[in-house]
């Protein structure tokens, strides 16, 4: 469940015209790829975002060139209120939260290929997925590093009618910007220096199948443009050559970087972000969804072959609830590496960035700090009880000793229901 809300225009050139969310985040900016579009020439082309996060909500500026003001002053994040006003450029919304929640779509599968999760996060996330993987829609998967951008690619793949066909891997940021042209399109022979025979690139090789640009936003702008092309025309010409190919194949992008604000700053073309989003899936990070570490630990437990003394020690309630407090800035790549060194090393070992994660920020007001710390227990309290009664609300509740009516409520509170 999500809570819904509403932005009405105050001033500016849109004055009166209100917009409610459907979904748990919203964009805002003049570019028509927005959720909430301002024709504001002093409000950037992706502006600002508005994440829903249960009893209130967050704004996060997304570099743009005038700023994002909350209350007067400007602001990178800041957490919005019942009448909070928001300033950008010449316009100004208020916003206000809705009294109700709202359902968020989910799956009722709690994996897709070799992604796994029950939280709601990861099966709103599955249920996108599993709806996209019937066409040939372009897709750009976000999340951080590490929250398993390219097995969801290869998920979607394996899903789609082009399953049969070859899937395709480029890492964008992992080559020189000519090395990766030729990579990507092709060379003749004697294109540059080097070129002895010709070379088919990955939007030919991948006929019939699937290219995944991981890293999406490493792509040099010089190579932007042709990128672009294969997504307009589907054609492709190799260096050294005019000649212009057909080339079948849908496209999944991956990136741990916002292109929002990349467009806003120059660095990533408009119209190929434009493109490329068609469809936005958004991988949570580990530490939004607390309740999946459980289930993902007996999954590398059994892919480890871990005996049954290290499961019982790696699966106790101590161990759990330290692994849930923990930050895994390297999320679920970061748990699994975790889990096998202490398989291997027949040891547990500290989860990285606990003590991070617990540490109350100094540079944020006592009462914020206090209510994020309180938000953060709640939430990994509720996911171990339930872990640690499969799921069974009934026994969590009588486990944590508050009513079954009071442990639902306090589920959708924390976003696990």
Known sequence: MVRSFTLTVTEGGARGVSWKSRGERCSVGSHPSNDFVLADPTVSRFHCEIVATGRSALIRDLGSLNGTFVGGTRIVEAHLGEGSVI????????FSLGARESAIAQSERES??????????MRAAFAILEKVAQSDATVLIEGETGTGKDVAAEA???ASARRDGPLVVVDCGAALANLLESQLFGHERGAFTGADQRRVGAFEEAGGGTVFLDEIGELPLELQPKLLR????????RLGSNQARPV???IVAATNRDLRAMVNGGQFR????????VVRVRL?????????????VRKFLAAFRATPEAVSRLTSIDHLSALARAAWPGNVRELKNAIE?????????PPAGEQASTAPDPAVPYDEARRRALAAFERSYLALQLAAHDDNVSAAARAAGVGRVHFHRLLRRSGLR
């Open 87 to 94: 300033q950008l450029g010449r316009s100004a919304l208020s």
């Open 284 to 296: 949570p990070a580990l530490r939004e969804r607390p309740e999946d570490i459980p289930v993902l």
């Open 112 to 121: 897709f290929g070799g992604l796994l999760g029950t939280s709601v996060a």
């Open 270 to 277: 408009e119209d190929l972000y434009y493109r490329l989003a």
């Open 248 to 250: 079948d194949v849908r």
């Open 230 to 237: 294969v997504l307009e025309k589907k054609q492709i010409a």
């Open 341 to 349: 060194r202490s398989v291997v090393l027949d040891l547990i070992s």
């Open 156 to 158: 979607l793949h394996g």
